[in-house]
Structures are given as C-alpha cells and as structure tokens.
C-alpha cells in the first residue's frame, strides 16, 4: 500500500526543482497531482507526462499567486478536478531575490513578500474551506528555508517571508487543528539543480565541507519530507518545522 494511495495533491510552483521533485514523490506514493506553474507551461505539462507514467492522475494548472483571487481560483479547479476532494496542499511557489537591504524599497519587499507568504496565507485559507468539511480533513505543508533561522546576507526579504511562513504554518495548526487539518513546514537547505555549482562553485564547496552528510540536498529529499507529512504516519504532527539540510544547522558557529 503506496502512502498517498487515494490522496488528492495540490503542489505550486510544481513545473521545476523542489516542486517537480515534490509532484514526483507524491506520484510514486499514489497521490493525484494538481501540478501548478506561472509561466513555465511547458515545464508543467512535462511535470504532469512524468507523474501519469508513474501510474497517477495529473492536471496542470496555471494561476499567479500574487492575486489574492487567482489562489482562491486555483484551488477550487483542483478540488473539481479532484471530484470535491483535496487532501493535500503543498505551497512551494516562491521567489528568492538578492538584494542589499540599505537599498531596498518598499515595493521591493512587498514583492517578495507577497509572492513567498501571502500567497501561503491566500492558498492555505482557500485548501482549509475545503478540507475542513471532509471527514479525513486534510495537510497543508508550507516549503519554508532554514533561513527562516539562520539568515543570509541579500535575502533580507527572503528570510523574513519564510520565518513568517513558519510561524503561519504554527497559527494555521493551532486554528484548523479541531477541523483534522494539519499544517507543517519543511526548511531545507541548498538543494542541487542544473547549473548551480558553475554557477557558484565556492558557495556548494562551502556547503559540502560544512554538511555533516557531506552533499547537497536533491529535490526527492524534499519531496520525501513533505510525503511523510502528508499521510498517515505524521498524523499527530502539526505546527512543526521539519528541517531537511543534510545537518548543516547542527554545525556550531563558534
């Protein structure tokens, strides 16, 4: 029996990187995937190919998450697409511009803001209207950063939008919790993809030297946590930050 069998999935920012790896583990544990994208359509549909050859139902579904309505639009095509169900939200969709924060403006941050943690607010919001009426309620795991704790120098925005999806994730648990919705972060660490390390070779040789594990992250380590948090086997787990950066947090700074 595959974790997920019988699961309806709604996974943003699914066309590419963590949300193709999370889409992709949902599929194999028999979840159907709701794959949303922005703008990268093509990425998508070849998302939704790879998650039917696995043996599991797909749609893909373009909304901009920025638009308060568009959330709540996303959401109730997956749950018609889902014949009235939705069991599982992940909300992945996010940006992560560098800036100097002496320089930023106010819209500056509004952009990264609105992107990483009111479209979590809006998604989530519309998901619980839902999931609250079903007799099995529902997860909601929200893909936040160790950064949340531990913050970067130019992602002032970034990292404040995901310490703030994390303490969402807490008040979302607390409030929808008598409903059996639960709702989760995952924080991971640098994640691989195409590029990355000519892109910055010195930051991934820094990354490997100060990870107990020895590597970076892939795309399936997140997927792995977010299908824990979504079945049965965390079903008294909410209001949790699962950290997932192969023990880079545990090294002391000192």
Not at 42 to 50: L, P, T
Not at 223 to 232: K, M, P, Y
Request: proline share 4%.
């Amino acid at each position: 029996m595959r974790l997920l069998e019988g699961h309806v999935a709604l996974v943003t920012g699914a066309s590419g990187g963590i949300g193709r790896g999370i889409a992709l583990r949902f599929a194999e544990e028999g979840a159907a995937v709701a794959v949303h994208c922005r703008t990268e359509l093509d990425a998508a549909v070849e998302v939704a190919r790879r998650v039917r050859k696995l043996g599991s139902r797909a749609i893909v579904l373009r909304a901009e998450l920025t638009d308060e309505d568009a959330c709540r639009r996303l959401v109730g095509q997956a749950v018609e697409w889902g014949e009235g169900r939705l069991t599982a939200l992940v909300n992945n969709a996010g940006v992560q511009p560098t800036q100097e924060l002496p320089g930023m403006t106010a819209a500056d941050w509004r952009a990264v803001v609105d992107a990483n943690l009111s479209s979590v607010f809006a998604c989530t919001q519309a998901a619980a209207e839902v999931m609250r009426e079903q007799a099995d309620g529902g997860s909601v795991t929200h893909i936040a950063s160790i950064e949340a704790r531990w913050p970067a120098p130019l992602h002032a925005h970034y990292s404040a939008s995901k310490a703030a999806v994390v303490m969402h994730a807490r008040s979302a648990a607390l409030e929808y919790g008598p409903y059996g919705i639960r709702v989760n972060t995952v924080s991971p660490g640098l994640i691989d993809r195409a590029g990355l390390e000519e892109a910055w070779p010195e930051g991934v040789a820094r990354w490997e030297r100060a990870a107990p594990l020895g590597r970076l992250g892939r795309p399936e380590d997140v997927g792995d946590a977010c299908v824990f948090l979504a079945s049965g086997r965390a079903s008294w787990i909410t209001g949790q930050d699962l950290v997932v950066d192969g023990g880079v947090s545990a090294r002391p700074t000192w």
